[in-house]
Each structure stands twice: as C-alpha cells, then as structure tokens.
C-alpha cells in the first residue's frame, strides 16, 4: 500500500509498504479520511518529543473495521469507527486518576506506532469507538481535536456563565469556543488574522480584562503575556498550545496570582472518555463541525496540505488514501 512515511526530521517519502499484521486484540481497519492538523506538519518539519522514526503519521482517523485479530471483540467487520490514538496501561497512577493520557506507558498513533497516513493501520479493539450514522465521516473526523478541547476544557473548569477568551481562531480555538458555549459560557476569539478572525466573529484583543478562563490555541509567547493580563479574580489559564523549546519561558507576577487566586493548568492531549463525550455532542448538534472543512485533499498532496497548514490558509484539511 502507499503510505507517507518520515524516515528523517525535515522530510517524508510517499512510497510503498506493507499492509500491517495484527496481533492478538488488534483490528485491521480501512482509512476512510484522516484529519491534518498543525501538530503533523510539526513532526514532519521539526520532530516532537513523543515521535519515533521511522514513523507513518496521522492521529485522527475514521475508518472502517476490515479484520478482526484473535482476541478482538466488540465490532464487525465494516463497522464504521473512530480510533482513540492512544494506547494506555490503564493501571498506573495517572490512568487510575482518569488521565490515560499522561500514561507512563502510553504509546500515541502517528508518534510511536503507526498512523493513518495510509489505506490501512492497525489499531487495538479497545480504542475504537462506533461512529453514530447519522453523521458523516467528515463531521466524525473532528472528534479528536474536539476531545483535545474537552480535555482542556475539563482542566479550565469552564461552566455555564463563565467568560472565556481563546487566544487563536484556527481550528482548536473554534472547537475551544463551540464547547464552550454549548456548556453555557460565553466565549471570545481573539485572533490576528484577520480572515480567520472574521470567520470565527472574533477581536483582534480581548474584550474584558475579566476573564474567567482563558486558553491560548496558538503558539505565540505574547499571547500568553495577553491571556494573562485578562484574567479576572480566580481565573484559570489553560496551557493548551506548546512554544519551541528554546523560547517557551516567560516571567510570571505570582504576587498578582496569589492576591487574585488564579491558576495555571496545563492540557496536553485527550483520555478515551473525551472521544466519547466528543462523538456525542458532534452526533446530537451540540457542537456544530461540517462548516469547518475547508479542503479535502488526497493522501498524495500531502506536501501542498502542509503549505496551507504552514501558511494558515484553510481551516480543516482532510486527507483520503
């Protein structure tokens, strides 16, 4: 089958391999659309901590339950699924706590096994989830990100009433502010862009220096300095964005925390539970997701989908083997 694959940091190869072999519990499933994110072009151009070579990317994936290994229960073949990337131990500390995430042991699709870069992938019968019928691939192929927003939102705290802010209008950031509002907060897009800014209804600064949550959806250390400045009394900052290692420190008035009683909170990734919550509310209009596709792309074209991706040109990029 024709796979992308990065053998090298800098540089990826469209090029042949082998079909996977499953393993007891594992299923072979058919990729029917894969999502791009920022993420990808990240691991492609300059690596992450988490990837290891050689590697075929793709985290989000839909697709469709082609075999079945010994062991794998729960599905049939040509069941249509959403598959959780990652694999966790379900026994450590952090698993235990409800945070497979941070699993000592977790091993993530697209970074330390296989991803849905390809036609086919495999994937353990127990990070699959059935994608409801009444929606359609390229509205499921959001529940991923959607449960990276969950997470994070989770973190925040946010509840019904609460103003938050989220600094970054691309995708994660409109995730952030539809599951916010569909919790009952009241949510505000700061973005710089102003296309993006336009489409998502957002400012170009926060409207109230009274946040009670805020996110920062882009890796920009000023708008971290800005999230900050507008949190109100018990405000919440969640961490949902990385800076490049060599510039991600930043000076911090911990007076100014400590009379206010504000936090920080960092969210990095998603649990199983998240996809869950994520396929229902997609399923049941909760959160609104079809409007956010803006190209639809063959596996083939992968280099151009990076460009748009590089130079914030779409919105969601989706990807067919």
Sequence with gaps: MKAVVIDEIGSF??????????????????????GLCRTDLKII????????????????????????GSGA???????????????SCGKCKQCIKGAGNLCVDMQVMGFHRDGGFAPYLVAPAQSLTPVPPDISDEEAILTEPLSCCLNAIELGA?????????????????LLGRASAALGATPHVIEKDER????????????????DVAFVAVGDKQAYVDALSCLGPR??????????????????????MHYLEQTIVG???????????????IATGAVTVKDMVSHKMPLS???AALGLVERREGMKILLYP
Aim: aromatic share 8%; with cysteine; net charge negative.
């Design 13 to 34: 190869a469209y090029r042949d391999i082998d079909i996977p072999k499953l393993s007891d519990g594992e299923t072979l499933v058919k990729v029917s659309v894969a």
């Design 45 to 68: 151009r300059v690596g992450h901590r988490d990837l290891t070579l050689p590697r075929v990317p793709g985290e989000e994936v839909i697709g469709t339950v082609e075999t079945l």
């Design 73 to 87: 229960t729960g599905f049939e073949v040509g069941q249509r699924v959403y598959i959780y990337p990652g694999i």
């Design 158 to 174: 946010v509840g019904e009433g609460d103003v938050v802010g989220i600094w970054g209008g691309g995708p994660a950031g409109t």
């Design 196 to 211: 993006r800014r336009e489409l998502a209804c957002g400012y170009d600064r926060s409207p109230t220096d009274e946040l």
């Design 235 to 256: 405000g919440r900052l969640v961490v949902f964005s990385g800076l490049a290692k060599d510039d991600c420190h930043l000076p911090i008035d911990f007076n100014h």
């Design 267 to 281: 969210a990095y990734g998603c649990s199983y539970r998240h996809g869950v919550q994520a396929l229902e509310m």
């Design 301 to 303: 074209e992968l280099d």
